[in-house]
């Protein structure tokens, strides 16, 4: 009888789905930041900060070292692998402050990684907003960010702070918008920044996901900003050269960047 009733009493376990994939997994471990940056020689004592809703959190550890449990083994073993080895090699030549020239496929590989990164680091916060489903799963489809992302790249030093060099940042909010439409409807949108240093490398990822695909949302950002940025996704240009004429330290790193930030919704032209 009192066996029964622990049986009742007890919540039923879900098991939790593939952040990409929306398998149930098993899930496994995954790095923020790859693994590869540790074996760089990255492990000393850094800083961790995450920026939840303009809120930051600091955490004395190795940047490097940490660790999400929200991917399946296939999406992590494989598929996100595959980004990371991608990416690396631009990314160390990078690490070096060389000039470093982005053809289209570069520009896509960092643009996927910058969004795999992107999504597996707004989940360090629970309470943070995650990006919508929809683009987590067309990402995993076509293996490329999603329709409706916009994905630049830029430069910044590394800040030397209390507790040691500040080697990496991320920061995650969503921007939820509603727009009104030509027959006078208005629509929720589900619009979203992140953002990610690593190093010296910036990555800003715009995206929304919106029931309308006739509607077009236009991140407009401050000239000054928009030197400071390339796109490389939707890739505009067959090659460019990282870096931007202008650094992110004319703005305060990340956190300044956010002032000054303006919202257009654009309609699609067809
Ligand atoms: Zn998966």
Known sequence: MSGKSRARSRVPQQRAACVFCGSNGPLTEEHVFGDWLRKLGYTGEGLREWSVDGVSVQQKGGPFSKKLKIVCTRCNTVWMK?????????????????????????????????????????????????????????????????????????????????????LASCSYKPRPMQATLDDGRVIDVSAYTGRIRLLNVVFDVFGYASPDPSLRVHNELPSEVERALLQIWPVEHPTIWWPPVETFDTFGGLSGFELGEQWRVLPMIN
Do not use: C, Y
């Open 82 to 166: 595959g980004m990371e080895d991608s990416a690396k090699p631009l990314l160390v030549e990078m690490f070096k402050s060389n000039r470093v020239e982005l053809n289209e496929a570069a520009q896509r590989d960092l643009a996927r990684w910058a969004f795999k990164t992107v999504v597996v680091s707004s989940h360090v916060d629970r309470q943070a907003g995650r990006i919508p489903t929809v683009h987590r799963r067309a990402f995993h489809q076509t293996d490329e960010p999603p329709l409706g992302t916009v994905v630049r790249i830029g430069s910044a030093s590394v800040p030397r702070e209390q507790l040691g060099e500040n």
